[in-house]
């Protein structure tokens, strides 16, 4: 298991925030004696909270009591032994960790399911079907001229989006960021300053229900495609101010529409991103424009490309049968808890201690955050060196673009998830 020494103080630069899909690597950290971090170069709250997050003593624990990690394995395993339907959930990881969930999935015949993938699955599902164009963050930085936001603020999940990527102050194939257009539609209450311009022009913002966003898209699909449109208003949007957003999106040199699929809580929120990936397909007839998908928190888009790569499928699949079987809506976590389809539950969480598994009656085992407090104890609880702060690792960006490495910033004793996994898959064969 990893063990190490303490790690002089000092600053370290270009360190990438792990469990954030925009992946900011432009970080400056200060390192006590202690191994106590501080965020020095940006306002990131969440950021903030991640790297700054006072050290706890942490060690397994069997049924809320303490144990070494050796009995805490064994105990894993037994359950593991004796499970005819595991499940390994949460899975808020690295690439190291996934491709060590990956082996031991296929060796006990497990399921997998991220704690994210109810809005992943949004996304993956409209690829699978029908295919999109969508960019990448770099593309988006370097050419946009009129962002289109659909339902969200994004700064909710993405703090550091406008700094980064769209009031940039250097771009290759734009001269002036400022000139940038951003239009916010749909939702309501969401905070739309951080899309005025650093000169001080404001966004333009059409709001609406949420629930009601796949009209308005709709109908903004309509208008672009030429069809007869009679209506004078679409769920409290005018049909006027649709039209000039159609015409600008017509003019505009490379626009890019982007959403969150968490933002888009609705039935068949899926429907309403293939109607944007239509919008975006229209424009491309005759100009630049593409979808930007934003997501990552958790580490979940490395966790459907590692197990794409692996097995050919996203999570939600599994190895029962000896070999991968994906199904989108039978193997989702809740549902095969809530069923009792399942007869144990690994949760994975390696960076949010908040992230709780769901309430069940399963017996539950937890790998994660050393920090992590539970008022109803796992059968099982191993804290674990986190990526990005206490091992290193590599993550993959919102994008699915870029894979970037993860600095090991100070020292721990406690094991990485790959060694723990790797020692209950080893178990498993010798049994």
Avoid at 55 to 66: W, Y
Avoid at 152 to 165: I, K, Q
């Amino acid at each position: 298991m990893t063990q190490s020494t303490n790690f002089p103080a000092g600053s370290i630069e270009a360190v990438a925030f792990p469990c954030e899909g925009l992946l900011s690597d432009d970080l400056l950290i200060s390192r006590d004696a202690d191994g106590n971090l501080s965020l020095q170069n940006s306002s990131c709250s969440k950021a903030a909270a991640f790297f700054e997050r006072p050290r706890v003593a942490s060690s397994p624990k069997i049924a809320g009591q303490p144990a070494d990690l050796s009995s805490a394995i064994a105990k894993i395993t037994e359950l593991f032994g004796k499970s005819r339907h595991p499940l390994i959930s949460g899975l808020a990881t690295d690439v190291y960790g996934m491709r060590a969930v990956m082996n031991l999935a296929e060796t006990a015949g497990a399921t997998i399911d991220h704690m994210n993938s109810k809005s992943s699955m949004k996304n993956l599902l409209v690829m699978q079907n029908s295919g999109w164009y969508v960019t990448t963050l770099s593309e988006v930085k370097n050419r946009v001229d009129l962002l289109v936001v659909i339902g969200t603020d994004v700064v909710s999940y993405f703090p550091r989006f406008f700094e980064r990527v769209i009031w940039n102050k250097e771009a290759m194939f734009t001269e002036n960021t400022d000139a940038r257009e951003v239009v916010y539609l749909g939702g309501r209450d969401i905070n739309t300053e951080p899309g005025t311009s650093p000169s001080g022009r404001k966004p333009d913002v059409l709001p609406c229900d949420p629930d009601r966003i796949p009209e308005v898209l709709a109908a903004l699909r309509a208008i672009i495609s030429g069809k007869p449109f009679t209506a004078t208003e679409v769920a409290g949007v005018a049909t006027a101010d649709l039209e000039k957003l159609a015409e600008r999106l017509k003019a505009a040199k490379y626009s890019v529409i982007a959403w969150t699929g968490s933002a888009l809580d609705f039935p068949h929120a899926e429907l309403s991103i293939q109607t944007i990936t239509g919008i975006v397909e229209h424009l491309n007839k005759t100009t630049r424009s593409a979808g930007l998908p934003l997501s990552g928190n958790d580490g979940d888009v490395t966790a459907y490309n590692v197990s794409t790569w692996i097995s050919g499928y996203p999570f939600r699949s599994s190895y029962r049968r000896g070999y991968p079987d994906y199904d989108p809506y039978h193997y989702e976590t809740s549902s095969l808890l809530k069923e009792g389809e399942v007869d144990v539950l690994i949760w994975i969480n390696s960076f949010n201690p908040e992230r709780l598994p769901p309430a069940s009656k399963t017996p539950t085992v937890v790998i994660g955050h050393p920090a992590m407090q539970f008022e109803q104890p796992p059968e099982v609880f191993i804290p674990i060196a986190v990526p990005g702060l206490e091992a290193s690792g590599a993550q993959f960006r919102s994008d699915s673009s870029v894979t970037l490495p993860l600095k090991k910033l100070r020292a721990t004793e406690l094991p990485t998830l790959g060694d723990v996994l790797s020692a209950i898959e080893a178990a498993l064969k010798a049994a």
